[in-house]
């Protein structure tokens, strides 16, 4: 029962956290200007957040990859249409968002 009631509140606990990543996450795209190209879970210009997720799960070197490629921009890796360079975002902002994307869950 104990067992049973620990895996409940780490469950729920997740669920939570990934709520306030989701939640957090779209402030910043809103205060960024991402969301005119970006959702969390569906494409628009370039793809949702959950499918960059899923694409560098377990890539130990997307992190640094995806900070830099939000800052310059770039093309190729989900399709035609390039994404522009975000220099006028702080890199602070782009290394969180970019935390949080990769964080989130399909």
Do not use: R
């Not at 104990?2 to 939640?23: E, G, N």
Request: proline share 5%; charged share 25%; aromatic share 2%.
């Amino acid at each position: 029962m104990k067992k049973t009631a620990t895996a409940i509140l780490a469950i729920a606990s997740l669920t939570v956290a990934t709520a306030a990543i989701a939640d957090q996450l779209e402030d910043m795209m809103k205060k960024n200007g991402c969301n005119a190209c970006h959702s969390e879970d569906k494409k628009i210009v370039g793809p949702a957040y959950k499918d960059v997720a899923a694409k560098y799960h377990g890539n130990a070197k997307a992190e640094a990859m995806l900070v830099e490629k939000v800052k310059k921009g770039g093309s190729g890796v989900w399709g035609p249409i390039p994404m522009p360079p975000n220099s006028q975002v702080s890199d602070a902002d782009i290394k969180k968002m970019v935390e949080m994307i990769l964080a989130l869950k399909k």
